[in-house]
């Protein structure tokens, strides 16, 4: 382009307007086929000012500004500038092209600066050259980018906005204000490019002091290739992690200035730079990013590796798509859209920047389609309320449904109304049909009203009246009121029958009261019951003294008192008999040497096993009353040990016998009842036992038998009868007399 808006005016001599002589801003790109070896010398263009000049003045030629021809009766169109300009030329790479002659047989990238005497630029030019060659040498790729996101405090200051980190000026900086320790700044730089180096400025370039470097950051890439514009404008997808990769991070920066050059390929065009640490001071921490600068190549994919299948799978995909579905607008731009596609897929040279750009706005054009709307049902609504009457409802209501009807009449002749519109005006004329108020018919809420009225407050609970007083008096207003509205009544006519229904009638407590005396009576008396039924039974005397004193307690609740109580008092485990038991047995249990071991065995038995039950705070009545009859059982078998000692006597004079001298029969005789003695001694036996036992032995003596080598049976001791083993132990068990047991226990 030669010229541009922003260069000096170029001044020709003795011409009028002064103030419009200026360098004209070619804005069209001028397109031009070169045969092979073809050369451009660019000087030539400096002296076409004059022509380019002219060429725009002739356009002017009748224009008048106040009355006065704008251009000059004596004006010469031919004329060239005074001054005389320098040529530079640099190719893509930013290398100086010696000369002003250009080679039109490769592929590059000119740029031609044309200077006037003072050094100053005064239109530029650029020449495009087959696909623009190959650039090599990275540029700053940072120079104004698009500001997609970045973290805001309120109370930031206007001089640090994020714009300020890409000015190249380390005297000033992005802060997104106060507290800011955690944030995030996220940009477009316009293309994609592979990122040579990266390059950030911190508080340590100022007077700052690097005490406030930004500590943890680092630099990521967008995952989506091809981001949509509801995307790169959605701030939840822009600020979640999931959606970035890191490229490059610092952690714990001591830094003024960090520089990261990169080894591997970056490619990228949408970057952000999250801080997870800014400055670690205990005064208004923050980020302070003075510079943020990258240098980086513009990215071409090589053509053989381009991917046109998603572009041509959604040109397929909307291929069926029949205009007259959807509104104009709409499908004016998706046309523009899918045109522009369709030219992509055909040419061969596309590159997959190209074909992306395609994709993306074609997606986005068929995203943004608006269906042209099914007003059947709007349509169906109208008829349905087109016979109501403004003389049965009352005029307020009556005017909303008619706005609203107007409305929905207005969108059914609007052949282009979307279906939002039609769904709005479906939602609000439909709203207005609801409010209306028909005049009301209080036939039912008098008679209501007349039901209730005889009603006696006493008969009922206090809060389920006061609930019955006041819908009264509200459907009482209703019906005196003579605009009420039909729904106000049925409202009323409601509320009163909700009262009328929730009424509780107050209980009779007779037979709770009677109970409850009977279970203090019970608890009074001198039974002893076990602790947790006691309990359970003190527990519901409680609840039904509460229900009892409540002068409002409905006879549901009273019944429920009842039932619980009379299921404690039926529980009452009665412990009396068997504690009494337990008692007396624990007298009995120190006597241990007056019974027989096995009876008192047995009764110890029953005696543990009576108390356990005693101790078990659940036992129930079945098992207290089995263990006390087993306890009273095991008393009344309690023996009487007998006397022992004459047959202690007899035994001691049996084992110091030589029964050797005796036949084998006779000694195996009083061997048995030598062992039979012992057993009964050892089990502490009945006086029956003891003398059975002290008979055996004396017989088995008396009647042993001398082996047949004897001259004769021994001598019996000397005691002046035939009984030499006889003792007086009639008169010994005598002397142990019956042991009466009180009450229960031993014989009578």
């Avoid at 990275?138 to 104004?144: E, Q, S």
């Avoid at 029953?606 to 009353?625: R, Y």
Wanted: aromatic fraction near 8%.
């Amino acid at each position: 382009m030669y010229g541009a808006n922003d260069t000096m005016p170029v001044k020709f001599a003795n011409q009028r307007p002064v103030a419009y002589a200026a360098i004209y801003s070619i804005t069209d790109t001028i397109v031009k086929e070169v045969a092979d070896g073809e050369t451009l010398d660019m000087a030539e263009y400096a002296n076409k000012a004059a022509t380019i000049r002219g060429t725009a003045y002739e356009t002017l030629d009748e224009q008048l500004i106040n009355g006065v021809k704008f251009i000059a009766e004596d004006l010469d169109l031919s004329a060239k500038p005074e001054e005389r300009f320098t040529i530079s030329i640099v190719d893509q790479n930013r290398q100086p092209i010696e000369g002003s002659i250009i080679d039109l047989g490769k592929d590059a990238t000119y740029t031609v600066l044309y200077k006037n005497a003072a050094g100053e630029t005064a239109a530029t030019l650029t020449v495009l050259v087959g696909d623009g060659g190959e650039i090599t040498t990275p540029d700053v790729i940072t120079r104004d980018p698009l500001i997609l996101y970045a973290t805001t405090v309120t109370g930031q200051a206007e001089s640090e906005l994020p714009k300020f980190a890409f000015d190249e000026d380390e005297s000033t900086k992005w802060c997104p204000g106060g507290n800011a320790v955690q944030s995030q700044l996220i940009i477009d730089v316009g293309a994609y490019y592979t990122v040579t180096q990266w390059d950030m400025s911190h508080a340590g370039v100022s007077s700052d002091g690097s005490g406030r470097n930004t500590r943890d950051f680092a630099l990521q890439i967008l995952k989506e290739k091809n981001p949509t514009a509801e995307q790169l404008a959605d701030v939840n997808f822009l600020t979640n992690d999931d959606n970035w990769i890191t490229v490059a991070s610092y952690e714990n920066n001591q830094e003024d200035r960090t520089s990261y050059t990169f080894t591997e390929a970056v490619v990228g065009r949408y970057f952000r730079l999250n801080v997870t640490k800014g400055d670690s001071s205990s005064l208004w921490p923050s980020t302070r990013i003075y510079e943020w600068s990258m240098m980086g190549i513009p990215y071409k994919e090589d053509a053989g590796e381009v991917d046109k299948s998603e572009l041509e799978d959604l040109i397929a995909e909307v291929a069926g798509y029949v205009e007259s579905e959807y509104t104009p607008d709409s499908w004016s731009s998706f046309e523009d859209a899918l045109n522009t596609a369709q030219e992509v897929v055909e040419n061969n040279n596309a590159t997959q920047e190209e074909i992306d750009s395609a994709l993306s706005g074609l997606k986005e054009a068929k995203d943004s389609l608006i269906k042209r709307a099914d007003n059947s049902e709007l349509s169906e609504l109208v008829n349905a309320v087109s016979g109501y009457s403004e003389d049965n409802y009352t005029p307020e209501t009556w005017e909303v449904f008619e706005k609203a009807l107007e409305k929905a009449e207005s969108v059914l002749a609007d052949g282009n109304a979307t279906a939002e519109e039609i769904a709005d005006a479906v939602a609000e004329l439909t709203a207005a049909k609801n409010q209306l108020v028909g005049r009301a018919d209080k036939t039912l809420l008098k008679n209501l009203i007349d039901e209730v009225a005889g009603y006696t407050e006493s008969d009922y609970t206090s809060d389920t009246w006061a609930v019955l007083d006041q819908a009264l008096q509200e459907a009482q207003k209703v019906y005196e009121d003579l605009n009420a509205s039909e729904s106000e009544v049925a409202n009323a006519v409601a509320a009163l029958d909700a009262a009328k229904a929730q009424l509780l009638k107050r209980g009779d407590k007779s037979k709770l009261s009677a109970l409850a005396d009977k279970a203090k009576e019970t608890l009074e008396s001198e039974k002893v019951y076990t602790q947790t039924t006691r309990t359970a039974l003190e527990q519901a005397l409680d609840t039904a003294a509460s229900v009892l004193e409540k002068a409002d307690a409905v006879q549901d609740e009273i019944d429920s008192a009842y039932a619980v109580l009379q299921a404690a008092y039926d529980g009452l485990v009665d412990i009396t008999e068997l504690t009494a038991l337990c008692a007396e047995g624990e007298a009995v249990r120190a006597k241990e040497a007056e019974f027989t071991a096995d009876s008192f065995g047995q009764f110890v038995a029953a005696l543990d096993a009576a108390k356990e039950i005693l101790e078990n705070p659940n036992a129930d009545q079945e098992a207290v009353d089995t263990a006390a009859k087993a306890l009273s059982s095991a008393g009344e078998n309690l023996k009487k040990s007998g006397e022992s000692e004459s047959l202690a006597g007899l035994l001691d004079s049996a084992k110091d016998e030589d029964l050797s001298k005796y036949t084998d029969e006779s000694a195996d005789m009083i061997r048995d009842a030598i062992e039979q003695a012992e057993k009964v001694i050892a089990n502490r036996g009945t006086k029956e036992e003891v003398e059975e036992a002290y008979q055996a032995l004396q017989d088995a003596l008396n009647n042993a038998q001398l082996k047949p080598d004897e001259p004769s049976k021994p001598e019996n001791p000397d005691t002046g009868d035939n009984m030499p083993f006889s003792l007086p132990i009639i008169f010994v068990l005598a002397a142990g007399a019956v042991f009466i047991l009180r009450r229960r226990y031993g014989q009578e």
